[in-house]
Nanobody, 126 residues
Framework: QRQVSESGGGLVKPGGSLRLSCTTS????????MGWFRQAPGKEREGVAC????????YYADSVKGRFTISRDNPKKTHYLQMDNLRPDDTAMYYC???????????????????WGRGTQVTVSS
């Protein structure tokens, strides 16, 4: 059974940093793009970042460019989202997802991913 699982969320003050991790099991991790989404209360799920299977290309939502960094460690079947200079509007449930293909494509489209985690809460507040 293919599964992904997030960790690393928490409460952080504005300007602070967090690193989210997503571990993968039961899936050919190397051959799939991996992504991060987030959803704040009352808002639609938003694509945050995506990384191709070989990590040669990364993509980011405009709202997080220059502050978030996606990376992956294929031998560990894990990918990461380093979040710096966090703002209150980054507060959301963050989800990792395994892509259907090796490339990201329209990375903000949830239908391009077929395995989802349960989410980890990130709260940015003073």
């Amino acid at each position: 059974q293919r599964q992904v699982s997030e960790s690393g969320g928490g409460l952080v003050k504005p300007g602070g940093s967090l690193r989210l991790s997503c571990t993968t099991s039961g899936v050919h991790f190397d051959g799939h793009a991996m992504g991060w989404f987030r959803q704040a209360p009352g808002k639609e799920r938003e694509g945050v970042a995506c990384i191709t299977d070989n990590a040669q290309r990364t993509y980011y939502a405009d709202s997080v460019k220059g502050r978030f960094t996606i990376s992956r460690d294929n031998p560990k079947k894990t990918h990461y989202l380093q979040m710096d200079n966090l703002r209150p509007d980054d507060t959301a449930m963050y989800y990792c997802a395994a892509g259907r293909e090796y490339f990201c494509g329209y990375f903000t489209n949830p239908s391009n991913y077929d395995v989802w985690g349960r989410g980890t809460q990130v709260t940015v507040s003073s």
